[in-house]
């Protein structure tokens, strides 16, 4: 019933948007769209990790990623057929997101019975697995850069911009279909290891990036596996907080989780960008290498101390 609500939250706040002309009334329903989205968004993954289990739960989050990163590429690319003009767009775009209301219709009886955290409970998720948190914090400001700072990167590194666009097309590309093999090693190897070893590829993509620009055949396929990388510590992590947390916890902790990605996905930009004006290009690996970097240093701390 909660991630009905946020459907319908969601399909009210985005109609009334070609109603008012008003950038100020734009900006309290897109941050009403936002909490409709936050309460689809948390309890959907609750619903995941508390229908799974420690051996099939990296197979369905892998899947469940695969599908939300499908939802973010085909939001623009349906627009570039539908347009921007009058009200056919915002139809057609509520129209697909009341779609996900059918198989919800047909679930209710099966949903989870979901528990309350204690209020002093909901913070100390951070402090019980703070690896998991920093990884989707990392792959949310990676994650971001790639899609909104790579090609203008890549036109400050001297690509025709045919070519600069396609960098962040590929490596979305890679977000998408690398989630299911990810997922799929999931449940076949140690989490903990796997997120290291995901947290390490994306620390050497964003170091030898300035490099593999030229030639074509390393660029292509280095951008698509460090694509799914950033998403795949999302995945592996969503994987670790179900195994970690249950009951009342969860639900807390998968709030928070989701939380900090978007507190990463709205910090890296604004860090890449500013650190891109002051020392050009460059700006745009340092950030990612910086924040891989700390991931790796905190995963390599708690290994050693056999904590997540």
Same mark, same amino acid.
């Given at each position: 019933?909660?991630?009905?609500?946020?459907i319908a939250?969601?399909?009210?706040?985005?109609l009334?948007?070609?109603?008012f002309?008003s950038l100020?009334?734009?900006? =309290? /329903?897109r941050?009403?769209i936002?909490i409709?989205m936050? !309460?689809?968004?948390?309890?959907?993954?609750? +619903? %995941? @990790?508390?229908a799974?289990?420690?051996t099939?739960?990296g197979l369905?989050a892998?899947?469940?990623?695969?599908?939300m990163?499908?939802?973010f590429?085909?939001g623009?690319v349906?627009l570039?057929?539908?347009?921007i003009?009058?009200w056919?767009?915002?139809?057609i775009?509520?129209?697909?997101i009341?779609l996900?209301a059918i198989?919800?219709?047909?679930?209710?009886?099966c949903?989870?019975?979901?528990e309350?955290?204690?209020?002093s409970?909901?913070?100390?998720?951070?402090?019980k697995a703070?690896t998991?948190?920093?990884a989707?914090?990392?792959?949310g400001?990676?994650e971001?850069?790639l899609?909104?700072l790579?090609?203008?990167?890549?036109?400050q590194?001297?690509?025709?911009?045919?070519?600069a =666009? /396609?960098?962040?097309?590929?490596?979305?590309?890679g977000? !998408?279909?690398l989630?299911?093999?990810?997922? +799929? %090693? @999931?449940?076949?190897?140690?989490?903990r290891?796997?997120?290291?070893a995901?947290?390490?590829i994306?620390f050497?993509?964003?170091l030898?990036l300035?490099f593999i620009l030229?030639p074509e055949?390393?660029r292509?396929p280095?951008?698509f596996?460090?694509?799914?990388v950033?998403m795949?510590?999302y995945t592996?992590?969503?994987?670790?907080?179900?195994?970690?947390?249950t009951?009342s916890?969860?639900?807390?902790?998968?709030?928070?989780?989701?939380?900090?990605y978007?507190?990463?996905s709205?910090?890296g930009?604004?860090?890449?960008g500013?650190?891109?004006?002051g020392?050009g290009?460059?700006?745009?690996p340092?950030?990612?290498?910086?924040?891989?970097?700390?991931f790796l240093?905190m995963?390599?701390?708690?290994?050693?101390t056999?904590k997540v």
């Amino acid at each position: 019933r909660s991630m009905m609500a946020g459907i319908a939250l969601i399909i009210v706040s985005f109609l009334l948007l070609p109603v008012f002309q008003s950038l100020e009334m734009w900006f =309290v /329903l897109r941050f009403l769209i936002g909490i409709g989205m936050s !309460v689809h968004w948390i309890v959907s993954e609750t +619903w %995941l @990790n508390s229908a799974t289990t420690s051996t099939n739960r990296g197979l369905y989050a892998g899947l469940y990623a695969t599908l939300m990163g499908a939802g973010f590429a085909a939001g623009p690319v349906l627009l570039t057929f539908i347009g921007i003009d009058g009200w056919t767009p915002f139809f057609i775009i509520t129209g697909a997101i009341a779609l996900a209301a059918i198989p919800l219709t047909l679930a209710i009886d099966c949903a989870p019975k979901l528990e309350m955290s204690a209020p002093s409970e909901r913070w100390s998720a951070i402090r019980k697995a703070p690896t998991i948190f920093i990884a989707v914090f990392v792959s949310g400001l990676a994650e971001t850069n790639l899609m909104s700072l790579m090609p203008i990167y890549g036109l400050q590194m001297g690509l025709p911009q045919t070519e600069a =666009v /396609l960098l962040a097309a590929v490596a979305i590309a890679g977000a !998408v279909c690398l989630q299911l093999p990810i997922g +799929w %090693l @999931n449940d076949r190897m140690n989490r903990r290891t796997l997120l290291s070893a995901s947290g390490l590829i994306g620390f050497a993509g964003a170091l030898a990036l300035p490099f593999i620009l030229e030639p074509e055949y390393l660029r292509w396929p280095v951008l698509f596996l460090w694509g799914g990388v950033a998403m795949g510590l999302y995945t592996i992590g969503l994987a670790e907080l179900g195994d970690r947390f249950t009951n009342s916890a969860l639900s807390g902790a998968n709030a928070l989780y989701v939380m900090t990605y978007c507190i990463g996905s709205m910090a890296g930009p604004p860090i890449a960008g500013a650190l891109m004006d002051g020392f050009g290009p460059n700006g745009f690996p340092i950030t990612l290498i910086a924040a891989f970097s700390v991931f790796l240093v905190m995963a390599t701390l708690r290994t050693f101390t056999k904590k997540v």
